[in-house]
């Protein structure tokens, strides 16, 4: 009969309608659980990166404190991280942790042997991607110079030597820090002595070098796309391993803090994603750093 061959082909047309709709809602779910799990946030891509790294000091030691007046300084211009903390102890192990996302099998502070891996790290990434990289190490008694121990020099706090795929001439001397800043590689570490980085010497010690040695670097990121980031190795083991780190330049909110809970892998993911890299070790299981951003 007309009528029921019509109603037939009404429940044949809902039918391939539902089976449409049930296989796009399937094909829509695969796409969704292909997705990656820790997509990049929205980072800024700073011209210039310099990234300091001083010794073992709590949070509570240099933030607040009387003895860290241009930290604190650099704290109300900028960012801090209130809940930032190291991976472990001692200092050694927490440097490849920042540089690239594990600490290698590193467990102390002993001379490693240079060039003893080829893990996948922050240097090695950005000359893949072709952009620059450097390290600018106070007391080193040479460019490239591997040597573990020169004075107040202590390559334990230079993993970059421990790497066969970075070169040992981006390791140079503090001297060598440019004071035409437009030159600096695109992302540089900043390696103070055993005095200036406040692990054999004081408080004040460590903050007036800061402000005497790139102080003008911070003022000039300011106007000129960049970023400074001030951070410790690790705390004095009497704080859960709770560090400073502020981050002061150009795209960073003035006086903005964030109470998320990050660490060393989280700040080399962020270092990752501004320059459009790979992530290495853990920094792939990381988060970036956000909310502190002017956009």
């Known amino acids: 009969m007309p009528g029921r061959n019509v109603y037939r082909r009404s429940r044949a047309v809902v039918a391939t309608a539902l089976a449409f709709t049930a296989a796009a809602a399937g094909i829509w779910t695969g796409f969704a659980g292909s997705a990656p799990a820790h997509a990049a946030a929205a980072v800024p891509t700073p011209d210039h990166v310099v990234v300091v790294v001083f010794e073992n000091h709590a949070y509570s030691q240099v933030i607040g404190s009387s003895s860290a007046p241009y930290i604190n300084s650099l704290k109300t211009g900028g960012a801090n991280l209130s809940q930032s903390y190291a991976e472990t102890h001692p200092s050694q192990p927490n440097y490849f942790a920042l540089f690239s996302g594990s600490t290698q099998g590193i467990t102390d502070d002993s001379c490693y042997t240079p060039g003893f891996s080829s893990a996948p790290n922050l240097a090695s990434e950005l000359i893949a991607k072709g952009k ?146 790979t992530h290495a070790g853990n920094a792939a299981s990381a988060k970036d750093i956000t909310g502190i951003w002017t956009s």
Request: hydrophobic content about 30%; glycine content about 6%; overall charge negative.
């Open 132 to 277: 620059t990289w450097g390290s600018y190490n106070e007391t080193l008694p040479s460019q490239g110079s591997t040597t573990c121990s020169s004075g107040d020099y202590a390559r334990k706090h230079n993993p970059w030597f421990g790497f066969s795929n970075v070169p040992t001439s981006s390791a140079k001397t503090f001297a060598q820090f440019p004071t035409d800043y437009s030159t600096l590689p695109q992302v540089s570490f900043v390696v103070p002595n055993l005095c200036s980085d406040m692990h054999d010497c004081s408080v004040s010690t460590g903050d007036t070098w800061l402000k005497n040695k790139l102080g003008a670097y911070a003022t000039w990121a300011k106007t000129h796309n960049s970023l400074l980031v001030v951070t410790f190795d690790e705390d004095n083991r009497l704080a859960g391993n709770k560090i400073p780190t502020v981050l002061y330049g150009q795209q960073v909110t003035p006086g903005s803090s964030s109470a998320t809970t990050y660490n060393h892998y989280d700040l080399l993911r962020t270092l990752e994603d501004m320059h459009g890299l």
